[in-house]
């Protein structure tokens, strides 16, 4: 393919609303070009990564023997209502109706299309174990859609949905996800990291992300470099040492009038914020719950939804606090208080806390939770940060930045449930199949390997995934023995099926070399003139600093022995780590 005949187009100027490299590099390199907020066209180059991205997917879920299918975008509202996420996915889905009045959404996801359709096909448990997947658009309304391709409101997405008899046999076809999911972020050239996942509103068992650490990441990642512990921070746990508790004297009500935050308390009575109890009231299923936690850390609602088995869990207002404390906002704490409470395991046998005293403009002194509150139960019910102890190995836990590139879930029989997907067993019983689902988000894969891969000058494209394997700068395009020799290079390249761009035009070398560089394919191939008199070709691999010079015979093997010592970097190895998850 040659520049001159290819709608591509860099930019000097970085894109007004770009705020990390990725996205820069994308646009900049004239890989894509946005509609608005949220949307991208592919330009021919972008396109070109985004298939590669696609055919490696492609392969491993063959070679992991699931079955490409294609489902509707457009689905009936209906279905959403059955599984009960017309609410919960709620403002996240774009809906519409049809010219009858029915209403429509545009999948963000297919759990519902595809737990119908199978539970339509699938009759006996010799069908199965099945697993079925996906290339396809998805679309999400998004609050904040930004950093180009990572958080859009359409985006491309290969969605696998596992079909089992028993526990046992979805844990082997989540395996077989996860492996796949290992070797196809291997293959693109990704440095992604399976972490514990919370199950959020999918619901199910249990989950792995897969997380391309970057310091522009949108989720935190908590990572135990002792023992290899790592889990998203919504769900990382931690270890807690049992307390012996101290000597604890009587209650003493304080005078804190007005005073309500935390900060404001522990500069009112010069302490530490970890010597306060933080309570916290919240409606669970519409009953009220209050929280305790140490007046340093923060609550993590997931954590405390998931204990509580509860479907919603919201703030209470300010009327069902004055209800429930009996004092205004601000000074709700454990003592004499009759509601459920549930208090977070740092603070089992603490004592000498300061907390709340359920009356408006007062605190308590002294106080122990095992002499003067009823506890429900203890449990982790705080975000886990850096210097945290790992639950596994109680060594100190790292934070990292990661962006969530990929997430499998074991989703047990949730949506078998709504949808009644039954097979009769070998007995002629009728139970409900076992299912697992597999995401990747594919647009955002291609922009998480640009955020992974590049420097000052542009993007260093992994060969298996960048537009072109090779580039050919050819500095004088009106030379006909030029273009004579680069011809025929890209003809034996080509019969190695390597794939070659040609920039063609009629611009100064430096501008080449300063594109080349931006588009980032592995290797640049440099022919021009000068060079020619000498029979001299010039080789280079995108972000090494030295050139190599061959001949002009000898230049098809070099660059042929140098893209296949790339292509073997991103082989994966037979051997896959195990999953990081207690169930394994
Ligand atoms: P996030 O937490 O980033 O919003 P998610 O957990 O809602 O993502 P999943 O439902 O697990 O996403 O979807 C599977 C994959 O689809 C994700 O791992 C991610 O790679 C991709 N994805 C999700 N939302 C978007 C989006 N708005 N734009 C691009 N890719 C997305
Ligand atoms: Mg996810």
């Not at 046998?349 to 009823?374: E, M, P, S």
């Not at 070709?537 to 893209?563: N, P, Y």
Request: hydrophobic share 40%; glycine share 6%; charged share 25%.
């Amino acid at each position: 393919m040659r520049w001159t005949r290819t709608l591509l187009n860099t930019l000097r100027e970085n894109p007004q609303d770009a705020e990390i490299n990725s996205h820069k590099l994308l646009i900049r390199a004239g890989l894509a070009r946005k509609l608005s907020g949220g949307l991208y066209t592919f330009m021919p180059l972008g396109l070109r990564s985004l298939q590669k991205i696609i055919t490696i997917v492609r392969e491993e879920m063959n070679r992991a023997e699931a079955q490409e299918i294609l489902m509707p975008a457009l689905q009936p509202a209906e279905l959403w209502e059955r599984s009960g996420r017309l609410q919960t996915m709620g403002p996240g889905m774009f809906k519409l109706k049809d010219r009858t009045g029915r209403l429509m959404t545009l999948g963000p996801t297919h759990e519902e299309v595809v737990t119908e359709l199978l539970a339509a096909e699938i009759n006996s448990y010799r069908q199965l174990p099945c697993t079925v997947y996906q290339i396809q658009t998805k679309f999400r309304d998004e609050i904040r859609p930004r950093f180009g391709l990572m958080r859009a409101k359409e985006f491309i997405m290969k969605d696998a949905y596992s079909f089992d008899t028993t526990m046992e046999q979805a844990d082997t076809s989540y395996r077989a996800m996860y492996d796949a999911y290992v070797r196809i972020f291997k293959r693109c050239g990704l440095d992604a990291c399976p972490v514990e996942a919370d199950t959020g509103d999918i619901g199910g068992q249990w989950s792995h992300e897969f997380m391309v650490l970057a310091d522009s990441g949108e989720d935190g990642v908590i990572d135990c470099p002792a023992c290899g512990y790592a889990a998203n921070q919504e769900k990382a746990e931690r270890f807690i040492a049992k307390k012996t508790p101290a000597p604890c004297p009587a209650n003493e009500e304080i005078a804190t009038p007005a005073i309500k935050t935390i900060d404001q308390l522990a500069a009112f009575l010069k302490c530490q914020p970890a010597e306060f109890i933080k309570t916290m009231i919240y409606l669970a299923d519409e009953q009220p719950v209050a929280v305790l936690i140490p007046g340093d850390r923060e609550l993590n609602e997931h954590k405390l939804k998931q204990m509580l088995g509860a479907k919603t869990l919201t703030m209470a207002d300010d009327t069902v606090i004055q209800c429930v404390t009996g004092a205004t906002v601000g000074f709700a704490g454990p003592v004499n208080l009759t509601t459920r409470i549930y208090a977070d395991t740092a603070l089992e046998n603490a004592t000498n806390l300061i907390a709340g005293a359920n009356k408006t403009d007062l605190h308590i002194r002294n106080v122990d939770l095992k002499r003067d509150a009823q506890i429900t139960a203890y449990e982790d019910l705080v975000i886990v940060r850096e210097g945290d102890c790992c639950p596994r190995c109680q060594k100190k836990l790292e934070m990292k930045r990661g962006i969530e590139v990929g997430h499998v879930f074991k989703l047990g029989t949730k949506y078998s449930q709504s949808f009644d997907a039954k097979y009769l067993n070998e007995h002629g019983e009728s139970l409900e199949m076992v299912m697992g689902c597999y995401g990747i988000g594919v647009t955002r894969t291609l922009q998480a390997v640009i955020e992974q891969s590049n420097d000052k000058d542009g993007i260093i494209w992994p060969i298996t995934v960048a537009p072109f394997a090779v580039t050919i700068l050819n500095l004088d395009p009106s030379n006909e023995h030029v273009n004579n020799v680069v011809a025929q290079l890209e003809q034996e390249l080509a019969n190695k099926h390597l794939d070659v761009f040609i920039d063609d035009r009629t611009e100064r070398p430096g501008v080449k070399f300063k594109d080349a560089d931006l588009i980032g394919c592995p290797v640049r191939v440099v022919v021009g003139a000068r060079g020619l008199t000498s029979n001299t070709i010039e080789v280079k691999q995108r972000g090494s600093h030295e050139a190599i010079a061959t001949t002009v015979e000898g230049a098809a093997e070099c660059i042929i022995g140098l893209a296949s010592k790339l292509f073997e970097q991103h082989q994966p190895s037979t051997q896959v780590t195990k999953p990081s998850q207690k169930h394994y």
